[in-house]
Structures are given as structure tokens and as C-alpha cells.
């Protein structure tokens, strides 16, 4: 395995290279490194998409720095928002999504990418076939799209309150993630949508909390109204995409 990456290494040319030797870096994006201080440009697209898809360094030992390459490789595809990787993204998402980092960076990087990764999160979204925790990660790179280009808002908000009209058919963990979703960007709209989920109780309350929590992020109340439930929402948005992920885990274990 590390000899594989070692030898791979010769392969790329500075100042891609350069990410081989990183190593691990903040999960947080707030504090990500400006991969564009390293000269990194629109003229290396190519080559971080051979890096963030290159197999040998996906599976080199954790301990070793050019296993972290492909993460470096991911943000900086985003930060460049390389069109031409959406596609390659998309395709290693599908490919690698049980990789807990292909599954919380990728949709993010996808999302800061914009327009063209929506075609494919809408059709994962969609396709009831999918395993629900690759519709999550679709339903989050359309909530990240929406944030990144407010011009393509009204587009994500659609799509994913299309998905949770479908709420008494589909997994509690998915209506609670769409909701989440549609909460962040204040789809005041789809409130009796999600009201009516949560009253026949098929919203998992651990993503989000309950109905009462939904409506202080809608901004419809402003205080709760009753005690809260046991189980309360997780406090980040990534926490809450991990937790999903988690969850359906538990539900697809259930199911074999």
C-alpha cells in the first residue's frame, strides 16, 4: 500500500505536489488553508482531479502524509470552484461514500463547485433505489449549492421540498435531513409540509430536534412553547449530517 503512494508521488508536479506532503489538516472550513496561496490555479484542475480520485493515495496508510493528499485535492477543487471536477466528485462520492471523509468533505466541496453538481445530487435524491445515506449526501450538496449561489436558492429549495412531499413513504432519517436542509435556508413555504411529518411522527427528532425547534429556526415562534423532547437535535450542521449518516447505518443494519 505505501509503496504504491510512494511511487505515485513522482507523478505529480509542483505546485500540486505540494499537497502530498500536508498531512492532516482542520476538518472545520473556516480555518481550511487557502490552497490558492500554494500557486494553485484554474491550470491544475487536471491534475487535483487525478489527485482527489487517485486510488493508490485513497487507500495509502492513514500515517502517511500522502494519504491526505486527495483531502487537499477536494478543498482546493472547491476553493478554485473547478467545474470540470463536479463530475469526478460525483462519481467518487457514489464510489466511496462509507469513506466517513468522502462522505463529510465531498458534498461540501460539491456544493462550494455550485450549478453543475445539481443534476446529479437531484437525481440520487430522487432515486428511492439509493441507499438513503447517499440521498442525504445529496440532500446536503443541494443545501450547499443554495448557500453558495443564492442565484440557484430557489432551484435547491424546490427539489429538496419536492423530496419531502414523499414523507409518509421514505426513512424518518431522510424527512429529518431535508427538513434540516430546508430550515437553513428558510423555506418558510414548506413549514406545513414539515409540520404535517412531524405530527404522524416520521421525522427522526435526533437530526433536528422537533417540530417546536423547526419553527424557531423558521422563525415562525420565538421561544418553545412546551419541554423538550429527550432527545435533542445535534448543534452543528455537520454533527447533524454525521448523525444522519450514523442513524441510517443503524436502520440499513436492521433491514439485512
Do not use: C
Not at 443503524?250 to 433491514?255: D, V
Request: charged share 25%; proline share 8%; no cysteine.
Amino acid at each position: 500500500m505505501i509503496p504504491a503512494a510512494t511511487s505515485l508521488n513522482a507523478s505529480y508536479h509542483p505546485p500540486v505536489a505540494r499537497l502530498l506532503t500536508l498531512g492532516p489538516e482542520p476538518a472545520l472550513r473556516r480555518v481550511w488553508p487557502d490552497y490558492r496561496h500554494l500557486g494553485l490555479s484554474g491550470r491544475d484542475v487536471p491534475e487535483l482531479v487525478r489527485m482527489a480520485t487517485d486510488a493508490a493515495l485513497l487507500d495509502a496508510a492513514e500515517k502517511e502524509a500522502a494519504s491526505w493528499a486527495p483531502l487537499h485535492a477536494w478543498r482546493a477543487l472547491g476553493q478554485l470552484e473547478a467545474q470540470a471536477a463536479a463530475a469526478p466528485l460525483l462519481a467518487l462520492l457514489e464510489r466511496e461514500w462509507e469513506d466517513p471523509a468522502v462522505f463529510d468533505e465531498v458534498p461540501l466541496v460539491l456544493g462550494m463547485i455550485g450549478p453543475p453538481s445539481l443534476p446529479g445530487a437531484t437525481l440520487w435524491l430522487f432515486d428511492e433505489e439509493r441507499d438513503v445515506r447517499l440521498r442525504v449526501a445529496a440532500g446536503r450538496i443541494l443545501a450547499e449549492v443554495a448557500h453558495e449561489y443564492p442565484e440557484r436558492r430557489d432551484e435547491a429549495a424546490a427539489v429538496l421540498t419536492q423530496q419531502l412531499q414523499d414523507w409518509p413513504h421514505q426513512d424518518p432519517v431522510l424527512n429529518a435531513v431535508l427538513i434540516a436542509y430546508l430550515a437553513e435556508l428558510q423555506e418558510v413555504a414548506a413549514a406545513p409540509l414539515m409540520e404535517a411529518a412531524f405530527a404522524a411522527g416520521a421525522v427522526d427528532l435526533s437530526v433536528q430536534g422537533d417540530w417546536e425547534d423547526v419553527q424557531i429556526d423558521l422563525g415562525l415562534l420565538e421561544e418553545r412553547l412546551t419541554d423538550p423532547a429527550p432527545t435533542r437535535r445535534a448543534p452543528t450542521k455537520a454533527k447533524a449530517h454525521r448523525k444522519a449518516e450514523k442513524q441510517a447505518r443503524k436502520r440499513n443494519r436492521k433491514k439485512k
